[in-house]
T-cell receptor
């Protein structure tokens, strides 16, 4: 079985500062890794994913995450956050292409002006 | 192209009642998954439907049941509601796989917020 641990439940950060949201996973098999974002009163949107290949993956809005197999981590980073990045961020794993997602408990990112 | 839609957006029920939540999958998507997201938690997998059959189930009791229709839309039914069933219920649809090993992204709807009093 897979599990996901998001080490920080809340992360406050000032606008234009860098941020890192931490995610560690546990699995006995290879997994796909994801970050989802949830804005208030909305569903989940896929932010970025790691399936294979380059361990560094990027989103269109400046976020990036690096898959580290030895540390079983998939931390999310952004060099300069905006007010609009305020949201809940969920790390998730999946065993294969069509199996259920296993989510962490989420990290609430609050960007302060 | 219309995305995944869910109805209703909000619902209030009392303990012991039954509820039906509905999901319309994105066009061409033949797999639907349901997740429960309790307050302050990440979504938890309830079950998945593929070609009108249940195709996997999470750790939820039998009073959580579902249906998938020939047009791939889906229903989640919960009987004998309990206070702990209060949550955001998310539906996600997935397109047919290109190959057995290909990854199929799940597209989420906005959710139905159920409050049980």
């Amino acid at each position: 079985a897979q599990s996901v641990t998001q080490l920080d439940s809340q992360v406050p950060v000032f606008e234009e500062a860098p941020v890192e949201l931490r995610c560690n996973y546990s699995s006995s098999v290879s997994v796909y890794l994801f970050w989802y974002v949830q804005y208030p009163n909305q569903g989940l949107q896929l932010l970025l994913k790691y399936l294979s290949g380059s361990t560094l993956v990027e989103s269109i809005n400046g976020f990036e995450a690096e898959f580290n197999k030895s540390q079983t981590s998939f931390h999310l980073r952004k060099p300069s956050v905006h007010i609009s990045d305020t949201a809940e961020y969920f790390c998730a794993v999946s065993r294969s292409g069509n199996t259920p997602l296993v989510f962490g408990k989420g990290t609430r990112l609050s960007v302060i002006a | 192209e219309t995305g995944v839609t869910q109805s209703p957006t909000h619902l209030i029920k009392t303990r012991g009642q039954q509820v039906t939540l509905r999901c319309s999958s994105q066009s061409g998507h033949n797999t639907v998954s349901w997740y429960q997201q309790a307050l302050g938690q990440g979504p938890q997998f309830i079950f998945q439907y593929y070609r009108e059959e249940e195709n996997g189930r999470g750790n939820f009791p039998p009073r959580f049941s579902g249906l998938q229709f020939p047009n791939y839309s889906s229903e989640l039914n919960v009987n004998a509601l309990e206070l702990d069933d209060s949550a955001l219920y998310l539906c996600a649809s997935t397109p047919p796989p290109i190959s057995e090993s290909s990854y199929n992204e799940q597209f989420f709807g906005p959710g139905t917020r159920l409050t049980v009093l």
